[in-house]
């Protein structure tokens, strides 16, 4: 079992940045993929990026490149996202999630944090 909590969500204005974290309990979080999706209102979850269990691969939605980084650290059970030159269009509902055998559909990931709000000011 793995329980997610995100933090570091909030208001910024356009070009500005946020880090978000995910603090994870459970002895085995360095075992899985984990990932971030975001859910805008009206609007269906959507991959952001992801990472695998060993760290070096990273996989990225086209509206993240270059934006946005993923990031753990297995160590202190922690998953980061941070997050640049943020847009409007970046205001959602973000969510931490890992799972295994994991891909951009979402119902491929097992567990999910309860989100945190990201607002972003034009």
């Known amino acids: 079992q793995v329980q997610l909590v995100e933090s570091g969500g909030g208001l910024v204005q356009a070009g500005g940045s946020l880090r978000l974290s995910c603090a994870a309990s459970?002895?085995?979080?360095?075992?899985?993929?984990v990932g971030w999706f975001r859910q805008a209102p009206g609007k269906e979850r959507e991959f952001v990026a992801s990472?695998?269990?060993?760290?070096?691969?990273?996989n990225y939605a086209d509206s993240a490149k270059g934006r946005f980084s993923i990031s753990r650290d297995n160590a202190k059970n922690t998953l980061y996202l941070q997050m640049d030159s943020l847009k409007p269009e970046d205001t959602a509902v973000y969510y931490c999630?890992?799972?295994?055998?994991?891909?951009?559909?979402?119902?491929?990931?097992?567990?999910w944090g309860q989100g945190t709000q990201v607002t972003v000011s034009s």
């Open positions: 999630v890992a799972g295994r055998l994991v891909g951009r559909d979402a119902t491929t990931w097992r567990y």
């Open positions: 459970g002895r085995t979080f360095g075992s899985y993929d």
């Open positions: 990472m695998n269990w060993l760290g070096p691969i990273t």
